[in-house]
Structure formats: C-alpha cells, structure tokens
C-alpha cells in the first residue's frame, strides 16, 4: 500500500453487524427515517456487544467515506 492509501486491512470483527451498519448509512443518505428506525430498534433489542458497535460503525464510516453522486444538470431550456 502507498504512503496515502485509504484501504485498510483490518475488518469488522462482525459483517452481518457491518452490514447493518451500511444499512443504516444508506437510510440516512436517501432520508429512509422509517429504516433507521428500525435498525435503532434492532440494535437495542439485541443487546449489542462493544465489539459489535464497532463493526457497526465500521459498516456505517466505510459507505459514508463514498462521496454522494452529484445529479447532472438539465440544461434544456423551457420551449
């Protein structure tokens, strides 16, 4: 890896918590309250371990690192 490489080797200690996470990011992104609601719930039902929260946040750091796609410009003038 070079001097200023963002990929990282280490990996989430939990993918399916990982995932979630990602979940979780692409709700926030499109604005999905009712999914982040649903996955708050689900990680405070299932009791989640400190190791599970950083995979997690590892899932939900690594889609928030993809910069959003800005949408093209409709350059169509009204006729």
Do not use: C, V, W
């Not at 993918?15 to 309250?33: K, N, V």
């Not at 989640?48 to 949408?71: C, H, L, T, V």
């Amino acid at each position: 890896m070079g001097l200023f490489s963002r990929k990282s080797t280490d990996a989430p200690s939990n993918p399916q918590m990982a995932e979630l996470g990602r979940e979780y990011a692409i709700a926030r992104r499109h604005g999905d309250r009712k999914a982040m609601g649903r996955i708050t719930r689900q990680l405070g039902t299932s009791g989640a371990s400190a190791s599970d929260m950083n995979s997690f946040e590892q899932g939900r750091d690594a889609y928030d690192a993809i910069p959003p796609i800005k949408p093209t410009r409709n350059r169509r003038k009204g006729r």
